[in-house]
Nanobody, 114 residues
Framework: QVQLVESGGGLVQAGGSLRLSCAAS????????MAWYRQAPGKPRDLVAS???????NYADSVKGRFTISRSIAKNTVYLQMNSLKPEDTAVYYC????????WGQGTQVTVSS
């Protein structure tokens, strides 16, 4: 059983930045893939960014060049640095871990005002 605890969400103006954190209860080097997903009201949950155990990253086209996923193995934590935020980035952001099985965090709200 792996617990994922997100933090760092909040309200920010368009053009601003936020950094989300996801603290895992397990050694993240034992996890195949960790990722951030987001879900806006009335929309499906979509992949934002992912990082594999080997450090390979992947981004949704909509966030490329603005968001960066990174990790601290020592802290068992994955981060999502979000810059140049837009109102359309408003969503609940979820941390995800695939060992397998898969685990989800409880979500953190990000609201970007115009």
């Amino acid at each position: 059983q792996v617990q994922l605890v997100e933090s760092g969400g909040g309200l920010v103006q368009a053009g601003g930045s936020l950094r989300l954190s996801c603290a895992a209860s397990a050694n993240i080097f034992s996890i195949n893939t960790m990722a951030w997903y987001r879900q806006a009201p009335g929309k499906p949950r979509d992949l934002v960014a992912s990082i594999t155990r080997g450090g390979i990253t992947n981004y949704a086209d909509s966030v490329k060049g603005r968001f960066t996923i990174s990790r601290s193995i020592a802290k068992n934590t994955v981060y999502l640095q979000m810059n140049s935020l837009k109102p359309e980035d408003t969503a609940v952001y979820y941390c995800y871990a695939l060992i397998p099985p898969t685990y989800w965090g409880q979500g953190t709200q990000v609201t970007v005002s115009s």
